[in-house]
């Protein structure tokens, strides 16, 4: 049954609310490369308002080209995933995970290489959000933001900053089991299992 409608915030120019069943999209914001040095004062110590910054950038070079990348074999069998279907959005490189047990769980994931201001970029638009809960994942700051507020319907949306000018957009849409009543948790493993990926272990 269908009913893929992906609800992420708005972001500058790369926004993001797909509909489908087969074909879904999901959206980010994304960043370039820093010019900041990490362990500056400013970093430390970001503005009122202002996204938290990354405490060390992680390994995105993959990512940005190929989002199936964000989970290792060894994180998509503990999340009972498959292997993951790449596309290409207006947001960034894209990839769906489905369960291997049930194809009605699945996970959009967008490597949000449209918007160059990070988490910043999420922080900014959080007015057209129906929800903007602060989190981490793994010690790196994230968001769980939509623009529409699903989350007793089984979807729930994170967004993780891995470098202070990048962040990853993990979108669960669940029909069935736990996921289906609590969609957030699934998404904090899926960020957790894609920090420990990309610091390569």
Do not use: H, W
């Not at 498959?82 to 990839?95: A, E, I, L, Q, V």
């Not at 933001?145 to 900053?161: E, I, P, Q, T």
């Amino acid at each position: 049954m269908n009913r893929r409608l992906l609800a992420v915030p708005a972001l500058a120019f790369a926004v993001l609310a797909v509909a489908g069943c087969s074909s879904k999209t999901g959206g980010t914001a994304n960043p370039a490369p820093s010019a900041e040095p990490s362990g500056s004062d400013s970093a430390s110590q970001p503005a009122a308002g202002s996204a938290p910054r990354v405490p060390s950038p992680l390994n995105a070079g993959n990512i940005t080209s190929d989002a199936c990348t964000t989970l290792n074999a060894a994180g998509r069998s503990a999340l009972s995933l498959g292997d993951g279907t790449p596309r290409s959005t207006g947001n960034g490189p894209s990839c769906t995970f489905q369960e291997a047990a049930d194809p009605g769980n699945q996970i959009d994931v967008t490597t949000v290489t449209a918007n160059k201001n990070g988490l910043q970029d999420v922080y900014d638009t959080k007015a057209n959000d129906a929800y903007f809960d602060e989190t981490q994942v793994s010690g790196y700051p994230a968001v769980y933001a939509a623009a529409a507020d699903d989350r007793k319907d089984g979807k729930c949306g994170l967004f993780v900053a891995v470098t202070d000018q990048l962040t990853v957009n993990i979108l669960v849409q669940y029909d069935n089991g736990a996921g289906a009543a609590d969609p957030c948790p699934v998404a904090q493993k899926f960020g957790e299992s894609m920090v420990q990926t990309l610091m390569g272990g």
